[in-house]
């Protein structure tokens, strides 16, 4: 699971708590009252059980925060609805979901793209999203439509040419220095993000390694304020709660105040250039 998942289901856990708090009743009172094991409750509110429609209810029920309600269950089914398993979602290969990704940049206007290891989708060279394609294809031990996926990550790139849109992507330096396929392909790649600044529509910033820590974050795309899509190692997330976007959108916004751009990040792009020719 995602961390991101576990933050959210942590996140309603929390609140639960709160609502029995403060209607001042005790976790064995809210269990008899429901006719659980009085450890549930505990467990519930941890996150260390799922919570279910059921559960959402009895505590709005008994805790009088029946106004709480709706707000709650399409919380719960946000999360429940978001989650994705990585090997159902790359089933049959990984241009279909190139595809899906695709359509949700064809209707977004302002696109926010976070990396902390690896170049945005968006900015990479054909040899270095056919390495970082196949590393991924042979790990999930998924079908192998390599060609067509590359192909496939080329044409979304033609979304940073279409009037009307803008584009912010924040890299860590890390995605400067870890390596897919070799030197070669790396020096490509870091040629091609230096051509990137100064695009029109694009910003481009990147996080230096010695940037304070003020935030940790999974990879995630923003489409404008309506949908964040989060990228973890077995799971990715879909989230639409306004409130859980906000806390995204807040979190981009720290990390590209940290970031350097224009000629700084060229700077920091020429020494990654150099450390791989030397």
Not at 51 to 60: G, K, L, N, T, W
Not at 68 to 90: C, F, K, M, P, V
Request: proline share 1%; with cysteine.
């Amino acid at each position: 699971m995602t961390s991101s998942v576990q933050e959210a289901r942590e996140a309603l856990g929390k609140r639960l708590r709160e609502i029995r708090r403060r209607a001042g009743m005790s976790g064995r009172e809210l269990a008899r009252l429901e006719g659980w094991h009085e450890s549930k409750v505990s467990k519930y509110e941890y996150a260390r059980l799922h919570v279910s429609d059921i559960v959402v209810r009895a505590y709005c029920r008994h805790c009088d925060a029946s106004d709480q309600l709706e707000d709650l269950l399409a919380t719960l089914h946000n999360i429940d609805s978001a989650y994705g398993e990585w090997r159902q979602l790359l089933g049959t290969g990984m241009k279909r979901r190139q595809q899906q990704t695709m359509k949700v940049e064809s209707q977004a206007t302002f696109i926010r793209n976070w990396e902390s290891a690896v170049v945005s989708g968006l900015l990479q060279t054909a040899d270095y999203a056919t390495a970082i394609m196949r590393n991924v294809i042979a790990f999930y031990q998924i079908p192998d439509d390599l060609d067509e996926a590359v192909s496939k990550r080329m044409e979304r790139q033609r979304v940073l040419y279409q009037k009307g849109k803008r584009f912010h992507i924040l890299m860590a330096e890390q995605s400067l220095y870890t390596t897919f396929g070799n030197d070669q392909v790396m020096i490509g790649q870091l040629d091609r993000l230096y051509s990137v600044i100064g695009m029109p529509r694009v910003t481009l910033g990147i996080v230096p390694n010695t940037a304070e820590g003020l935030v940790v974050v999974d990879n995630f795309f923003m489409f404008d304020n309506r949908m964040v899509k989060v990228e973890g190692h077995t799971a990715g997330i879909t989230i639409t709660q306004p409130r859980d976007i906000s806390l995204y959108g807040r979190a981009f916004d720290i990390l590209a105040r940290q970031s350097a751009t224009g000629e700084a990040a060229r700077t920091l792009i020429r020494k990654a250039i150099e450390t791989r020719s030397g």
